[in-house]
C-alpha cells in the first residue's frame, strides 16, 4: 500500500492526541503506519478512511482496535528505582514527610500514573518497607495505573528480566526478589501491596469513582508527559490536582511541566529535581521553596554570600552535563520565581544566563 498522504497523517494524529493524549513523533509515524496496514489486512478494510471511521465508532469492536493501537505506540521502557535523584528525594524528603504527618491515622494513598510494568510502584513499595518499621498497623493504598493493557498484566506478575534491576542495589534485589527461570519474581508481600488497573489519564476512565483515586498523599506521572500534547497536559494536571489531598505531593519527570500553569501548586526545589504540592489551604498563594536534602554542621547566617558562593559554582567552569541539568529544573518554575540559594535571582534571568553560559562553551 501507499504511505498515508499528509492529510490523513494529520488526521490519525489529531485523533490519537485527542483520545489518549499522545503526539505522534515523525518516528512514531512509521510505527503507526506498519501497525494500520497490518490492521487492514486483518481484519479486511478497504482503506485508511474505513479505520479512521472505525476508531471513530463507540462499538466493541472499536474498543479492541484502540486497546492493539495502544500497545503498538506506546512506550513500556521502565526499571526499578529510575533516577536515583528523584528517589533520594522520595526516600530522605517526600515519604518520610508523609510518614510524620499521617502517622497518627497511620494512612498513607499514592498513585504511579503511567506506571508501565510496574517497577516504579513496587520500588515505592519496597521504600515503604524500609522506612515504616510497623507497615503491618498501616492502611496502605498504592495503585499503578496505565493505559496499556499488556504492560499492567506484566505488572501484576511481577516477574522481571535481570535489565530492570540496573543500579540497583544487590541487597535489595535479594532481599525482594526470588530467581524464577533466569527472571526475578517479586516478594508476594511486596506484589500485593500494589493495586494495578488500566486507566485513560486523558479521558474520563480516570475519574470513575469506583477506581477510588482521590485523595491522594503523593502522586508520581514521570516520563509521561514528554509524550502528551501540552492540552493534555494541562487536563491531566487539573485532574491530578483534585485527585491530591491538600498538601499532597506531585512528582513528574525533569522539565515535564515547561510552560504549564503551575499557579494552584507549591513548587519544592530540592538538589536533585523539583517536586510540587498542592497547598494545604486551597486558596493559598503559589509559592517556590528550596529545600536541601544534606544538612550541614553550620547553617549559612548570610544567604547573600551563600547565593554568591552558588552562583560562582553554577556559572564557572565547564561541566556542561551540570548546567544542563540546572537548566531543565530552572525551566520547570515560573519566571518570576526567586531561588533564596542563587543569589535571589529569578528562574527567568537565570536561565538567560545558563543559556547564555552553554552557547559559550558550544
Known amino acids: ?85 528523584q528517589f533520594n528525594i522520595l526516600n530522605n524528603y517526600i515519604l518520610p514527610t508523609l510518614i510524620k504527618r499521617n502517622y497518627s491515622q497511620k494512612s498513607l494513598r499514592i498513585c504511579s500514573a503511567g506506571c508501565s ?86 479521558d474520563s476512565s480516570f475519574l470513575d469513582p469506583t477506581l477510588d483515586i482521590k485523595d491522594m498523599d503523593l502522586i508520581l506521572c514521570r516520563n509521561v508527559f514528554i509524550y502528551f500534547s501540552d492540552s493534555a497536559i494541562a487536563n491531566t494536571l487539573d485532574k491530578f490536582y483534585h485527585a491530591l489531598s491538600p498538601s499532597g505531593y506531585l512528582l513528574v519527570g525533569h522539565a515535564e511541566l515547561h510552560k504549564q500553569n503551575l499557579d494552584k501548586l507549591h513548587t519544592k526545589i530540592f538538589n536533585e529535581s523539583i517536586a510540587y504540592q498542592r497547598p494545604a489551604n486551597n486558596n493559598a498563594q503559589a509559592i517556590s521553596e528550596s529545600i536541601p536534602l544534606q544538612t ?31 537548566l531543565n529544573l530552572l525551566r520547570q518554575l515560573p519566571d518570576d520565581s526567586r531561588i533564596a540559594r542563587l543569589g535571589n535571582r529569578k528562574a527567568s534571568e537565570l536561565i538567560l544566563q545558563l543559556e547564555n553560559n552553554l552557547k559559550d562553551i558550544d
Open 1 to 85: 500500500m501507499q504511505p498515508l498522504s499528509l492529510r490523513l497523517q494529520q488526521a490519525f494524529a489529531d485523533l490519537i492526541t485527542d483520545r489518549i493524549g499522545l503526539v505522534l513523533r515523525k518516528s512514531d509515524q512509521i510505527t503507526f503506519q506498519e501497525f494500520l496496514f497490518d490492521r487492514l489486512r486483518t481484519i479486511g478494510l478497504d482503506g485508511p478512511e474505513a479505520y479512521y471511521l472505525l476508531l471513530n465508532d463507540n462499538t466493541d469492536r472499536c474498543h479492541r482496535e484502540w486497546e492493539l493501537l495502544i500497545l503498538a505506540i506506546t512506550n513500556t521502557e521502565s526499571f526499578f528505582f529510575r533516577d536515583q535523584g
Open 117 to 202: 510494568t510496574g517497577e516504579e510502584p513496587y520500588s515505592i513499595a519496597i521504600l515503604l518497607t524500609q522506612l515504616i518499621p510497623d507497615l503491618k498497623n498501616w492502611d496502605l493504598t498504592i495503585f499503578g495505573i496505565d493505559i496499556n493493557s499488556k504492560a499492567v498484566e506484566k505488572a501484576r506478575a511481577g516477574i522481571y528480566r535481570p535489565w530492570s534491576f540496573r543500579g540497583v542495589d544487590r541487597t535489595v534485589q535479594s532481599r525482594f526478589f526470588r530467581v524464577a527461570n533466569n527472571d526475578y519474581q517479586i516478594n508476594d508481600a511486596i506484589r500485593e501491596m500494589v493495586n494495578f488497573k488500566v486507566v485513560n489519564l486523558v
Open 296 to 326: 550541614t554542621s553550620t547553617p549559612k547566617e548570610n544567604t547573600d554570600n551563600g547565593g554568591k558562593q552558588d552562583l560562582d559554582a553554577l556559572f564557572k567552569g565547564s561541566d556542561i552535563k551540570m548546567k544542563q541539568v540546572a
